[in-house]
Structures are given as structure tokens and as C-alpha cells.
């Protein structure tokens, strides 16, 4: 008797990108379950076998999920050419490639709430608004309580005739989880902040001085409040490069994210190709307005990754200049400091420095900022003096080790860290401790730095070198 065969094919919403076959008999429809010919060619090992195909589910929450190293080899298998570290923007440009859904397209962003309760999901490096922007309703906000801040991952719509920008259809994941665990989430003003009590190791090779220097005299930890107080040219921009870099190697569970506000263009592009974190940035010839926004969405953005937990360091270059961006934005409120700064601008400035803890949930926020003195400006020097007792580190930079050029120009005497003992081992607080009173018996701040770089130049770590002033002062 002539058999029927069939292929049965299962579709899912989801592109798919493998197919799994399996064969199975299949007999005629009109003889199963009867005694005939064709019930037994089920059991018979010569009957012809069909193909199965089944579609294996492909979506944003599983791929997230994968080692960057296998979304980088699927993006290759797939022809992307994108070299990123960013496993949400792998994820997105796989799932582009592969959506099989006709007139939608996959989308992603950092959402940007506007005061009439709908938002925008900012597409751009630099969180700026563009045509390419994805409009999202109210009521999608409200069902899935999302917040400005949250990366958003969803199914979008090109714009229709008379509209400007695309439509969220779909919201399937928030912050690399599923839309739906995310709306019970504790807000970032209701965790309980504690002091740092678990360091960011600066140390990585020999030759890495302003890490080890920063190892020894003011320790980084989750959750510091750092001010990094430098004049002009005395190598700030270097000195945060240099911790950007410590960091995304001895802590790559750290989220960094680097913000540069009023600074030059050519500045913004050697961050970008020196540091393996997120830059973002503002530049000078850009409206003071746009640098006010930019800087609240990155500070939410921090806030939202706080909340799921994460250890996220934002380096922030200067908070000088974005204090003279709040002066110029917010409206005046009739009183006036030194050099034309109006008190009411500093709240924005002091709410993004003061965002800084860490969290006995879990999770913390650092923000290294810089400040900038001796600029001729009295604004500057005003601007300064209200953050200076508002950190819980500082870094102070010196203009008289610059000019002589030792680098880096860290003044070894006036810097330091509260509560320092949170952050070290007994012995090495032990060890530090004398290493502070030896360079406190230096009358000269410059030949005190001067001596601590030819000494730490001469050993292989921190630990030797410890291990060399224990020694000296057993000795005297």
C-alpha cells in the first residue's frame, strides 16, 4: 500500500537561526489506529522515514545570557563586522540580522522619560535625540514600570505617514531581564548606603606608578565619593585613563561608564580609543542645556544598573564644567555667590557627586570626579570650595610637580581616603601607616613625591615594596 509522508513545521514569534530534524514514520491518516497494512508499517523497519523541523527559539534574554566570546563567534558565523564589548549591542545586531518578522525591526536603548509621562528610547552614543529615536507610550511605561535610565529591548515599528519617529510594539526584555521582573524592583533612594569597604585595585604592572601611588596614599573603593583636584595641565585626563584601565582589568564585573562634559572634541575621541568602558559626552560647542541632559540620563542610567545589583563606576570629567553648565541653565533665584554663581545651581552638580555609596543590598556607585583650581577663574575656585569637604577621597594634583614634569604630579601629603582601615588587610594598613609617617617627616611635598616614585620604580609591587619600608623602619 502507498504511504502518505508528512513535514510538520514549528513557527515561534522568534527569528530563528538553527534548525533541529528529527525523522519519524508516518503512516496513512485513514488507517491509524486500525489493524490493517498501514498499522503495521508503523512498527516496520522499512518504512520510509519524514522529516520533523523544528525552529529552536532565538531571543535578547538567552542570548544576554551567553559568554561575550560565543556572541562574538555567532556575530561572525552571521557576517556582522562590529568590534564591541557591549554584549547588549551583539545581541541587538544578531537578532536584526536574523528577524524574520515582516514591517518590524528589533530595538534597543536608554530610555528618556519626558514630563508628559512618555518617552523616548535614545539611540545615539551620545544619548542625543535623533530621528531614529523610538517613541514609547505611557501605558507601556506604567504596565512595566520602567524608569528613565533603563535599557530597553523591544519589537518597533518604522514611522507611518505623518509621523516622525518609530513605535514600540513590544517590550521584551529591561535591563537584560524579562519585562515583567522588573516592575517590583526597590527604588535607588530607598537602599541603604554604607561607607567603601572593599577596594578597586589600581595596581596592575611595574611600570603603572599613578595606580600603585593610588594603591598606597588614597585607595578607591565601591562606592568612594572621589574628587580628583587639578590645575591646568597637570595630567588629569591621563591619571583617569590610567584608572579607567586598572579597572576594566582587575574588575571586569565593574560597569564603567566614563562622561565627559564641556570638554574638546579631539579629547573625547582619544578616551574612546584608550578605555574598554562606555564613554559618553557632551562637548564644548554644544548647548549648556544638552550637557545638563546628557548628565542626568548617564547618572540614571548608573542608578538603574545599582538596582539589579551591579558594581558601576562613573568617572566624570570635570564637575567644574558641569557646575558652569548648571549655572547657566537653571533659572536665577535672586542670590548671587562670588564669581556669579547662583547657590540654586549646585544642586544638580552635588545630587550626581552625591549619588556615590555603597549599597548593603548589594551593588554599589563610584563616582571619580574632577575639579578643576588655579584656573584665574573665581566661579572655579567657588565651585570647588562647596564640594571640597562633600567627597569621601581626594586626589590632589600638583601644579609645582608638573612644571618640573614628575609625573604623576600627585601631591602624596594632602591626599587621602576616610576611613582607610575599611579598605585594607591589618598588616598592610599597618605597613601604609608607617609609609605615611615617613613621608609626613619629608619638609618638601616635591622631593617627598619625587622619593616615593624612584622607590616604587625599583620594585616589582606594592607588596615588595611594603615589605622594603617595614624593613627600613625595623632597622632605624
Known amino acids: 500500500m502507498r504511504r502518505k509522508t508528512r513535514t510538520t513545521t514549528t513557527t515561534l514569534e522568534e527569528p530563528a537561526e538553527t534548525l533541529i530534524t528529527e525523522t519519524r514514520p508516518i503512516a496513512d491518516e485513514s488507517a491509524l489506529g486500525g489493524d490493517g497494512p498501514a498499522a503495521d508499517a508503523l512498527v516496520s523497519d522499512e518504512a520510509p522515514a519524514a522529516t520533523r523541523v523544528v525552529t529552536k527559539e532565538l531571543n535578547y534574554r538567552d542570548l544576554i545570557q551567553e559568554p561575550l566570546s560565543d556572541l562574538k563567534r555567532r556575530a561572525k558565523r552571521l557576517g556582522i563586522d562590529l568590534e564591541t564589548e557591549d554584549k547588549s549591542e551583539l545581541a541587538y545586531r544578531i537578532l536584526q540580522v536574523t528577524n524574520k518578522e515582516p514591517g518590524t525591526e528589533y530595538a534597543w536603548g536608554i530610555l528618556e522619560i519626558l514630563p508628559d509621562g512618555w518617552g523616548f528610547l535614545r539611540r545615539h552614543p551620545n544619548l542625543q535625540s535623533t530621528n531614529e529615536d523610538v517613541y514609547v507610550s505611557q501605558s507601556q511605561i506604567k504596565r512595566f514600570g520602567l524608569r528613565t535610565g533603563d535599557l530597553v529591548f523591544g519589537v518597533a515599528r518604522p514611522p507611518k505617514e505623518g509621523e516622525k519617529y518609530y513605535g514600540l510594539l513590544r517590550v521584551e526584555a529591561v535591563n537584560g531581564v524579562p519585562a515583567e521582573s522588573v516592575r517590583m524592583r526597590k527604588d535607588f533612594e530607598q537602599l541603604t548606603p554604607l561607607y567603601p569597604n572593599e577596594r578597586l585595585v589600581m595596581e596592575t604592572t611595574p611600570d603603572n606608578i599613578s595606580g600603585r601611588i ?263
Request: proline share 5%.
Open 214 to 476: 593610588i594603591d598606597l596614599i588614597a585607595p578607591i573603593g565601591k562606592g568612594q565619593r572621589a574628587l580628583i583636584v587639578a590645575p591646568p595641565k597637570a595630567g588629569k585626563t591621563t591619571l583617569l585613563k590610567s584608572i579607567a584601565n586598572s579597572i576594566t582589568t582587575n574588575h571586569p564585573e565593574v560597569v564603567l561608564l566614563v562622561l565627559l562634559v564641556d570638554e574638546r572634541p579631539e579629547e573625547v575621541t582619544d578616551m574612546r580609543r584608550s578605555v574598554r568602558g562606555t564613554v559618553i559626552s557632551s562637548t564644548f560647542d554644544e548647548p549648556p542645556e544638552n550637557h545638563m541632559r546628557v548628565a542626568d540620563l548617564v547618572l540614571e542610567r548608573a542608578k538603574r544598573l545599582v538596582e539589579q545589583g551591579k558594581d558601576v563606576v562613573v568617572l566624570l570629567d570635570s564637575l567644574t564644567r558641569f557646575g558652569r553648565a548648571s549655572n547657566l541653565t537653571t533659572s536665577p533665584s535672586g542670590r548671587t555667590l562670588s564669581g556669579g554663581l547662583d547657590p540654586a545651581a549646585l544642586y544638580r552638580p552635588k545630587r550626581f557627586f552625591g549619588a556615590a555609596r555603597n549599597i548593603e543590598e548589594g551593588g554599589s556607585l563610584t563616582v571619580v570626579a574632577t575639579c578643576l583650581i588655579d584656573t584665574g577663574s573665581r566661579m572655579d575656585e567657588v565651585i570647588f570650595e562647596e564640594f571640597k569637604g562633600t567627597g569621601n577621597m581626594e586626589l590632589v594634583l600638583s601644579r609645582e610637580l608638573s612644571e618640573r614634569r614628575i609625573f604623576p604630579a600627585i601631591d602624596v601629603k594632602r591626599s587621602g581616603t576616610r576611613h582607610e582601615e575599611l579598605l585594607y588587610p591589618k598588616e598592610e594598613l599597618m605597613a601604609i601607616w608607617q609609609l605615611r609617617r615617613l613621608l609626613a617627616n619629608q619638609e618638601d611635598m616635591v622631593e617627598a613625591t619625587e622619593q616615593l616614585i624612584r622607590l616604587l620604580q625599583r620594585t616589582r609591587s606594592n607588596r615588595e615594596f611594603l615589605q622594603q619600608v617595614v624593613s627600613r623602619v625595623q632597622t632605624s
